[in-house]
């Protein structure tokens, strides 16, 4: 396949699925189950079905999937009026060739006792409170996926998705303004589990409305007026890594809004964990929603730089341009995108990549 048929495929798709899906009817509240007014849990699912074709560096031919990127189920509740708890399962890359019908993980699972609104603590499966695109939901992100470089540690760390297990406390500080997080995780484990524990934690401030909760939104569709600014930390005996992070949500007229998101992160796997080099890795991505169309047109740049002569030819840039249409928000939307990889020159040919992606979400 052609770039060209591969873009006119992508074209069609788009179209048809424009044309026959049209609006799907919005959420009017959420399925909640109450023992009493102290104890109550809700559900939710959450389901992102693509159609992909990928370039492979060395054929040039392009890889063709209709897969589900992930099917989730949400049981979130309250046992006392200070615990809450929240749980989520997947099934990542459903049919995606090879096919592996057999996948199905807990992608969350914790624990909430809220002390008081300075002083959180939370137990289990929790997101590493690394960097601002590191912590947000999957089902709120602003591009078609997470950043190439948020998770490089996942598996040296026995990680899962960029979850550890362990506890975090967390807080809101300066009328919420000031945001902490500090975790002690479980990271790799040696033989006999002697080896020391896993540090993460991060600071942030918002300079105009205020975020809370576990996750952070890639987009509020200008909803909502955020300046934050963050830096993390994630620590295992040699390993090291640091970010630094902006986000803005700006309403403008019209309804419209603008997002912008740029992360630093600092990668060095020391001697625990050799095979991750050290480089500094950015991500930024920013788009322009048009409320009267309910259309986000959005891009983003990565790029990945080690140090060192030795691994100056795994160097790496990638650009993705995409178009949301947000049927109804994050509950119901289309999204198409057009990626492409170009590795240091001498080094593997670029790549192309052409995604649509559905997004059904309830919770």
């Known amino acids: 396949m052609t770039v060209g048929t591969a873009f006119?495929?992508?074209?069609?798709?788009?179209?048809?699925?424009?044309?026959?899906?049209?609006?799907?009817?919005?959420?009017?509240?959420?399925?909640?189950?109450?023992?009493?007014?102290?104890?109550?849990?809700?559900?939710?699912?959450?389901?992102?079905?693509?159609?992909?074709?990928?370039?492979?560096?060395?054929?040039?031919?392009?890889?063709?999937?209709?897969?589900?990127?992930?099917?989730?189920?949400?049981?979130?509740?309250?046992?006392?009026?200070?615990?809450t708890f929240y749980l989520r399962t997947d099934?990542?890359?459903?049919?995606?060739?090879?096919?592996d019908s057999t996948s199905f993980i807990v992608e969350d699972g914790y624990l909430e006792?809220?002390?008081?609104?300075?002083?959180?603590?939370?137990?289990?499966?929790?997101?590493?409170?690394?960097?601002?695109?590191?912590?947000?939901?999957?089902?709120?992100?602003?591009?078609?996926?997470?950043?190439s470089y948020s998770f490089l540690a996942n598996s040296l760390t026995q990680s899962s998705v960029g979850r550890d297990t362990g506890f975090q406390a967390r807080g809101y500080l300066a009328g919420d303004r000031i945001e902490y997080r500090v975790g002690v995780f479980a990271?790799?484990?040696?033989?006999?589990?002697?080896?020391?524990?896993?540090?993460?934690?991060?600071?942030?401030?918002?300079?105009f409305d205020t975020e809370k909760g576990q996750f952070y939104a890639g987009t509020y569709l200008g909803k909502k007026k955020v300046l934050a600014i963050g830096v993390g930390y994630d620590l295992q005996g040699h390993y090291r890594a640091y970010a630094g992070d902006v986000f803005l949500d700006l309403p403008v007229a019209g309804g419209n809004g603008v997002t912008a998101q740029l992360d630093f992160l600092r990668w060095d796997g020391g001697t625990t964990f050799p095979t991750l080099s050290k480089q500094?890795?950015?991500?930024?991505?920013?788009?322009?929603?048009?409320?009267?169309?309910?259309?986000?047109?959005?891009?983003?740049f990565e790029s990945q730089s080690f140090s060192g002569s030795a691994n100056a030819g795994r160097n790496q840039k990638r650009f993705q341009v995409g178009l949301?249409?947000?049927?109804?928000?994050?509950?119901f939307n289309i999204r198409s995108a057009y990626s492409r990889v170009i590795p240091t020159a001498g080094g593997p040919s670029p790549t192309n990549q052409f995604t649509v992606q559905l997004q059904f979400f309830y919770f």
């Open 8 to 83: 006119r495929t992508l074209a069609k798709a788009v179209a048809v699925v424009f044309l026959t899906v049209g609006s799907a009817p919005a959420a009017r509240g959420q399925a909640i189950v109450k023992a009493n007014e102290d104890i109550f849990f809700r559900l939710g699912f959450g389901v992102q079905g693509w159609a992909d074709w990928a370039q492979d560096s060395v054929s040039q031919g392009y890889v063709q999937n209709l897969f589900i990127r992930r099917v989730s189920l949400y049981l979130g509740g309250q046992v006392t009026p200070r615990i």
């Open 91 to 99: 099934s990542p890359n459903l049919g995606k060739a090879p096919k």
């Open 113 to 147: 006792w809220q002390v008081a609104n300075s002083f959180i603590l939370d137990g289990g499966l929790i997101l590493i409170p690394l960097c601002r695109n590191c912590l947000e939901q999957s089902i709120r992100l602003l591009t078609l996926d997470y950043g």
């Open 187 to 207: 990271g790799q484990r040696l033989p006999g589990s002697r080896n020391a524990p896993r540090w993460a934690g991060r600071l942030q401030y918002n300079v």
């Open 280 to 300: 500094d890795d950015v991500f930024f991505e920013g788009g322009y929603y048009i409320s009267s169309a309910k259309l986000m047109p959005w891009g983003r």
């Open 324 to 331: 949301t249409w947000y049927a109804e928000a994050h509950n």
